[in-house]
């Protein structure tokens, strides 16, 4: 099958954001193979074709525990993390995307609250990203040489992006956190780390099995927004201190007092701040939570919505810390991969084109302002919108409530992030805006209905 039929088939549904590797792994299958509306998505196996639509997701959960070993290779992907439940009635695995909505295994269109986990701000498959990155598969996506895109886009983050003079670039997030605490050590010549916030999933910063012990020791964590844990932290740690890693928003906005007391606990003991800006960038201003701010980190880290939902995470700083980078080794194959390198080129001119940001703001607060009525509306209890509105959250008291409202809002046609950001994005226009909320208060409404009747 031609590259290019992939891709044209009429509607925007059927215009899903792929890869080379998908490309290549998709071309032996025929188009009615790859079509959900005109073959069973629940297999592509000719021996189970006609496998009732209902069974679809089922079947593709149980053929994802059969050869993942948790079920999905994302961990905020797996059924249990999606719905509280592993068992949950919700999907797991998708088809297509396209603006704010996904296409699940059983042909299923859904308005789509998580984006992505937040790496997509501008919308799933959105055309100006889209032409950039085809014209970059085209020319070929990779070679022994750094492509052109990767020198551009440098130069493009470093006027975007306030404490950006130099940029490393490398494929995800916890990759480019690892990088930056490594320069930072590098540059120091210490090896403590004091941090507050989640970082992925590398030895640094996590306390997971297989960690060992000696590696969790030089890092300590501190609670968000505690002026006094972290000026004790960083204190005892002396001399020996590399870094101060904080993620400067989780779930709200920080205190100036805390922020300020890092940056200036870093200065007083010749330390480095990073921001981890994954979240932040390019949602609450490009340049993140320091551009809106003012505070200036030594080091920064950008991901998800940088290049819209490709691979790719950019370390950026001060020259003289940056320079540390060519002291020690960080280095990935594909780093400058070109894919992703113009994905992220396409991000930067919408946003050089109109004021994304804000316009992110103003639909979130469209979206939480919708989900509150809901609330309201309802007469529900225990249960309430939290956060910012670029990136806000729905607060259940009860985990199994909101298990369960989940799965109601999914027959509803809404996907909802459980437990953590549900993320605006530009795609979601005044349709679904309302979609969301009357989906959430049919949900809210139902749920509350069968709690009556269990009395």
Known sequence: MPFRRFFDRGTKR??????????????????????PEEADPGTLDEDEEGAP???AEIDWRDRANAVLPTG?????KRAEALYGDANAAGPTHYYSASGCRVVDAAGESYIDCTMALGAVALGYAEPHVQEWVL??????????????????LAERLCA????????????????????????ARTYTGRDLVVGSGYFGWHDWSSEAA????????????????????????????????AAIVIEPVIERLPSEAWILAAREVTRSLGAVLIFDEMKTGFRLRPGGYHELSGVMPDLAVFGKALANGFPLAAVVGHRDVMQAARRTWISSTLAGESVALAAANAVLDIHESRDVCTTLATTGQAMRAGVAAAIKASGITGVRVDGLDPMWLLRFEDPHRETRFLELAVTHGILFKRGAYNFAATAHDD??????????SAAFVELLEEERGQA
């Open 53 to 55: 639509e209902d069974q």
């Open 72 to 76: 999905a290779s994302t961990g905020s």
């Open 160 to 183: 975007h992006i306030p404490c950006a003079e130099m940029v490393q670039f490398l494929k995800a997030g916890a990759e480019g956190m690892s990088a930056a605490v490594r320069i």
């Open 431 to 440: 349709e679904a805006v309302t979609a969301i909320e009357e989906g959430a």
């Open 14 to 35: 059927e215009t899903p954001t792929v890869d080379e590797e998908t490309v290549a792994d998709t071309t032996e299958l025929s188009d009615e193979a790859l079509e």
């Open 135 to 152: 014209n970059a598969l085209s020319a070929g996506n990779v070679s022994g040489l750094s492509n052109v895109h990767e020198v551009e």
């Open 210 to 241: 297989g960690v060992p012990a000696a590696v969790r020791a030089l890092f300590h964590v501190v609670p968000f927004d505690d002026v006094s844990a972290l000026e004790h932290a960083a204190r005892e740690a002396g001399d020996r201190l």
